[in-house]
């Protein structure tokens, strides 16, 4: 089996404009406002949730000690704010099918 490269931007504004019957121009500033909604709503303690694929959310991960591989030597890490995704069952089952 062959590895396939994923879509580019404008592969994904095609097939999106082509799959909803709108121009190119159309496609890429709903993708746009999507990706601004995403970030603005990440922010926000709920998180931004697309249903059916998933949920972006931002967390607190705490200090904790770390190893730096070249020297062996321990290290702090500090408390940082990450941002997750977090799959969907339906989009996880979609791609992986579940075990019987």
Do not use: H, W, Y
């Not at 089996?1 to 082509?18: D, N």
């Not at 019957?21 to 990706?35: F, G, N, P, W």
Request: with cysteine.
């Amino acid at each position: 089996m062959a590895k396939t490269l994923p879509k580019t931007k404008a592969q994904i504004i095609a097939a999106l404009a082509e799959e909803a019957k709108i121009t190119k121009a159309q496609s890429k500033i709903v993708m746009e406002k999507l990706v601004a909604l995403a970030c603005d709503g990440s922010k926000r303690e709920g998180g931004f949730t697309i249903p059916g694929l998933g949920k972006l959310v931002l967390e607190q991960r705490k200090a904790r000690m770390g190893r730096n591989p070249a020297t062996g030597e321990s290290i702090k890490i500090p408390a940082k704010k990450v941002l997750k995704f977090r799959i969907s069952k339906a989009a996880k089952d979609a791609v992986v099918p579940p075990k019987k």
